[in-house]
C-alpha cells in the first residue's frame, strides 16, 4: 500500500506544521512511575539527539512528566532546535509527591503551566499544545477558553485537546480552531474506553471526526495496551514480514489512516531504533483487511 510520509497539522490555518509521520514520545524518559530522572540518563540523551538524526522532527512531552523532567531533557540535549523541530507538549494536569496525577486546569493553572513549559524548554512560544482532560477541576469550556485565550496572546501557536470523549471533541471546535488530538488510540484498543486516570474517551469515533476535519489524531499508549493482548493476526503479519509484533502495532497505526500521527516512546535505545523502522514495512490491503 505504501504510506502517506508527512502530516500537516493546522493545514488550513496561517502558521501551519508538515512534521515526518512518525514522531517520538518523550514519557519513557522519566524514572519509575513516569516521576523523577531516568535510570540511565546518558541514553535518554543519546534517543533524542538519534531521533532528531533520524529524521524524527516531532517529540511530544509534558511538564509533569518527572516533573520537568523530559522537558529539561530535550533542552539540554536538543537546544538551539532544528527549525523543523516541533515540540508538543500537555497542561491540565499535575503530579503530587505520591506520584497520583490531579487536574491542574483552572485558567490560572494553564497560564502557569504554559510559562513553565516555555522557560524549561527555552522557548518565546509553543508551536502546539494539548490541553489534557485529567479528572475533573474547571469545567471543560472553561479550560478550553483559556487555551485560545492565551493562543490569542501568542504564547501558544496551536491548540490541540488530549484524552477527550467525541462531545467534548465537538465543542472544543465550535470554540476555536483544534489543530490535533492525543487520545488513547492503537490496534489493541480502539472501542471507546476507560483511560488509566477514570475518563472515558473514544476510540474510532473520535479517530472519524479527526478525518472528517483533517485533523491529525496522535495515539498515546498505542502499544502499552496492544502488546500485551498477543493478537495472533499481528504476530501472523509480524512472521510474514520477519519484524517484531510491536512493528507491526506501529505499521498498522501508520495505514490506518494518514491522519494519525504515532509517537511509540521507549527508554531504550535498541528499542527505539527498532520501533522507527516500522515506517519501513509496506502493509497490503490484503494485510489491513486480515487486521481488521
Keep these: 500500500m505504501g504510506i502517506q510520509k508527512t502530516i500537516t497539522i493546522a493545514g488550513k490555518s496561517k502558521h501551519p506544521l508538515t512534521v515526518n509521520r512518525l514522531g517520538y514520545g518523550t514519557m519513557r524518559l522519566t524514572g519509575e512511575g513516569i516521576y523523577g530522572e531516568p535510570k540511565n540518563r546518558p541514553e535518554a540523551l543519546e534517543i533524542l539527539k538519534c531521533a532528531v538524526a533520524s529524521g524524527i522532527n ?13 522537558n529539561r531533557l530535550i533542552a539540554e540535549a536538543l537546544h538551539p532546535y532544528p527549525a523543523d523541530l516541533v515540540i508538543c507538549t500537555k497542561v491540565g494536569g499535575a503530579r503530587k509527591p505520591d506520584k497520583s496525577w490531579i487536574p491542574f486546569n483552572s485558567p490560572a493553572n494553564l497560564r502557569s503551566s504554559i510559562e513553565n513549559n516555555l522557560r524549561t524548554l527555552k522557548r518565546d512560544h509553543m508551536q502546539l499544545v494539548h490541553f489534557r482532560v485529567i479528572g ?13 485565550q492565551l493562543q490569542n496572546e501568542g504564547k501558544i501557536l496551536h491548540v490541540g485537546v488530549s484524552n477527550v470523549t467525541p462531545e467534548q471533541l465537538q465543542t472544543a471546535m465550535q470554540m476555536g480552531p483544534v489543530a490535533t488530538v492525543e487520545n488513547m488510540y492503537g490496534h489493541g484498543q480502539r472501542a471507546t474506553h476507560k483511560s488509566p486516570y ?63 500521527l504515532p ?29 481488521e
Excluded at 58 to 70: K, P, R, W
Excluded at 136 to 148: D, I, K, R
Excluded at 266 to 287: C, P, R, V
Design 263 to 291: 509517537i511509540p516512546g521507549t527508554s531504550q535505545l535498541a528499542h527505539f531504533e527498532e520501533n522507527i523502522k516500522a515506517a519501513e514495512i509496506n502493509l497490503t490491503e490484503e494485510d489491513m483487511r486480515f487486521l
Design 58 to 70: 516531532f517529540l511530544d512531552t509534558a511538564d509533569y512528566y518527572g516533573e520537568d523532567v523530559t
Design 136 to 148: 475533573h477541576g474547571a469545567p471543560f469550556e472553561e479550560s478550553m477558553e483559556a487555551m485560545f
Design 198 to 260: 477514570g475518563e472515558s474517551n473514544g476510540g474510532e469515533e473520535v479517530l472519524d471526526i479527526c478525518i472528517e476535519n483533517e485533523i491529525p489524531l496522535i495515539p498515546y499508549f498505542s502499544l502499552f495496551f496492544s502488546m500485551p493482548k498477543k493478537d495472533t493476526r499481528i504476530a501472523a503479519i509480524a512472521q510474514k514480514y520477519k519484524a517484531s509484533e510491536a512493528q507491526v502495532n506501529i505499521a498498522w497505526l501508520l495505514h490506518r489512516s494518514p491522519w494519525i
